[in-house]
DNA sequence: TTGGTTAGTGATTGGACACTAACTTATCCG
DNA sequence: CGGATAAGTTAGTGTCCAATCACTAACCAA
């Protein structure tokens, strides 16, 4: 038996929590299955967590703080049309190497709604908040123009749907996507 | 008591299973609920489709056949700047009219994600299929620009996409999606 | 080594849910 | 009218699942 510190198990549990949440979303995930991916048993979860919900939140989180960072990293010391494509490969890879990150998201957006809807605000703020924060940091290297920025985001969403909805790399629906002689806007289309 | 054909029934549950779906998702929502919006009994539901699956695959189907028909109504009889004008208001009008619409639309790209993982190609070909005709329905008013529809089509996603978050309409999010010269909302086409 | 704290488990419970089976009632038509 | 057919119901089954409880095993400091 590998004992470990609490935060220890849930940062793991986190990361489990990301992988099964992606797939199923919160109602398709039993809690068995995150524990059985970290290893654990089902009730030690309550230990760490006092809820599922809880659970879920705190992999809504990660994932965006995880978004944020790769745009930050990728756009570090760049800026302009340099840090705009610099962002838009690194964002294309992340989606290619990590489906599960692009899932969450998703399921993200859905479950705010989803608890908006039924007059939950707080998830909603967290949500917002941090959805901002990868919106500002795309916004700075950008040259601070809402316009190029909202471009920049509207891009990669329609990305997202795309590869989530599964259309092969050489589908039509692509084709707008690619870069013309050089990049003048969107997330690259480099799609591994 | 009020007796339908089974067709006319069908109908009623495609209509209340695409509000539903929309709110839970898949597993978020019980047949019950959905029977309870058609004031029908719960099982009765099982004699008009063959599964909850089933379900959920004609509400999808239905989601995207309303919004197609949407950018088709829309764009009807005019071409170019025009058109793309229309069909952005008219999209417009209809998520701010029915949140249930935007809302099963995601639901369905999560879906069809979580199918693809697990090998179950045949729900995913009728969402790319569907929404390929919504794409061309675009597409051909637009001038048959495969950028410029890509474009329309992005600002479309990321407008959806923060409709779902709950960013009140004076947020900065919302910014770069004003149009210039021309009338207010929409997504918007023509990045100088 | 002993006493306290922290990591972790097995058993269980109460509720929800998809789907089936068997029965009832309205409606249409000859 | 009368009976066939289609619309609809009530009752029930097996399964799954979040959360609780009472317990055990490892670590640690004095």
Redesign the interface.
């Known amino acids: 038996m590998v004992r470990m510190s609490a935060e220890e198990r849930r940062e793991s549990v986190i990361r489990a929590a990301m992988s099964e949440f992606a797939?199923?979303?919160?109602?398709?995930t039993s809690t068995e299955a995150i524990a059985k991916r970290v290893g654990v048993s089902q009730p030690y979860l309550f230990r760490l967590f006092p809820s599922k919900k809880a659970i879920f939140l705190a992999a809504s989180a990660r994932c965006l703080e995880d978004t944020r960072k790769v745009f930050e990293k990728a756009s570090e010391g760049l800026e302009g049309e340099a840090a705009l494509h610099a962002m838009a490969t690194a964002y294309s890879r992340l989606i290619a190497d990590d489906p599960d990150k692009l899932?969450m998201q998703?399921?993200t957006?859905?479950a705010?709604?989803?608890a908006?809807?039924v007059g939950d605000?707080e998830f909603?703020e967290m949500?917002?908040a941090g959805?901002?924060e990868i919106?500002e940091a795309a916004h700075l290297p950008l040259g601070a123009d809402?316009?190029?920025?909202?471009?920049f985001?509207?891009?990669g969403?329609?990305i997202?749907?795309l590869a989530?909805?599964?259309?092969p790399a050489e589908h039509?629906?692509w084709?707008?996507?690619q870069l013309?002689a050089r990049p003048p806007?969107?997330p690259e289309p480099t799609r591994a």
């Open positions: 797939r199923g979303g919160y109602y398709g899932q998703l399921q957006y859905v705010v709604a989803a908006e809807a605000h909603g949500v917002r959805w901002l919106w809402a316009r190029e920025t909202t471009t985001m509207a891009f969403m329609l997202n749907v989530a909805m599964g259309y039509r629906v084709e707008g996507l013309p806007e969107g």
